[in-house]
């Protein structure tokens, strides 16, 4: 009933850009954190970006500098914006949502809701000359 689907991952030489997109879909009543996490072959996932609903972020001090997360809270949407990217950003990219999902809704408007936390199926970034 809630899904998140990344899109913009590919193939890029080093020094170059990508953007990823996530969109999240279903019975949303709101969002509060979105975020990107990656993991590379052999490692543990890790955090690279947050975005809370209000605009805070916070970085991985290994993408300080070079990657950007951006939202459009109206199409429930988070943006990761890479430059200068680096054969070691090489992974699969997850998009994570904190969110109150609608669990119900009655005639008069009123809606009952939960929070939950909920992941894309990941998007791979391979940065390789």
């Known amino acids: 009933q809630v899904q998140l689907v990344e899109s913009g991952g590919g193939l890029v030489q080093p020094g170059g850009s990508l953007r990823l997109s996530c969109v999240a879909s279903?019975?949303?009543?709101?969002?509060?954190?979105m975020s990107w996490y990656r993991q590379a072959p052999g490692s543990q996932r890790e955090l690279v970006a947050t975005?809370?609903?209000?605009?805070?972020?916070n970085y991985a001090d290994s993408v300080k500098g070079r990657f950007t997360i951006s939202r459009d809270n109206a199409e429930n949407t988070v943006f990761l914006q890479m430059n200068s990217l680096k054969p070691e950003d090489t992974a699969v990219y997850y998009c994570?949502?904190?969110?109150?999902?609608?669990?119900?809704?009655?005639?008069?408007?009123?809606?009952?809701?939960?929070?939950?936390?909920?992941w894309g199926k990941g998007t791979l970034v391979t940065v390789s000359s």
């Open positions: 975005i809370k609903r209000f605009g805070t972020t």
């Open positions: 994570n949502a904190v969110l109150d999902k609608i669990t119900s809704a009655s005639g008069d408007g009123s809606v009952s809701y939960a929070r939950m936390d909920y």
């Open positions: 279903g019975r949303i009543l709101s969002i509060d954190s």
